[in-house]
């Protein structure tokens, strides 16, 4: 077994400011109506609800793999477990580049404060009958 990490940081004015630039068009482009709804119309809190969520999408844009073209960002969606902890959701391109890499689980992990948003992404990949580092 291995594990892959990845972690972003992500400014939540800069969210906010193209928020407020490029409105629904922004959003819409990036996430899915489920991440929007469950950020709110407050836009302090939309912001920071979103820029968390960019962050994981980046997180989860560096475990896999770069050789292949970059999966649609809405292929990418954080949601809430019955626990209420975030996770990843694979779809489409996103879900076939993660089990062509032997990704069986995802582990995600979300803070915002200070202005920023990170977010931390773990990944445990099968060896399938490859050597181990």
Not at 37 to 46: D, L, M
Not at 57 to 82: C, F, G, H, N, T
Not at 114 to 125: M, R
Request: hydrophobic share 40%; with cysteine.
């Amino acid at each position: 077994m291995r594990i892959l990490v990845g972690n972003d940081v992500q400014p939540i004015d800069e969210v906010a400011a193209s928020m407020t630039e490029f409105g629904e068009r922004y959003t819409r482009l990036l996430f899915t109506d489920h991440e929007i709804e469950c950020c709110g119309e407050n836009p302090v809190t939309a912001a920071q609800g979103l820029a968390a969520r960019f962050a994981a999408k980046e997180a989860m844009l560096k475990i896999l793999d770069s050789k292949l073209p970059a999966p649609p960002w809405k292929s990418i969606e954080v949601r809430r477990d019955a626990q209420g902890r975030p996770k990843i959701v694979l779809r489409r391109e996103a879900a076939y580049q993660a089990r062509h890499q032997g990704i069986e689980h995802i582990s995600l992990s979300l803070s915002h404060g200070g202005g920023i948003a990170s977010a931390v992404v773990v990944a445990q990949v099968a060896e399938h009958g490859s050597e181990a580092l």
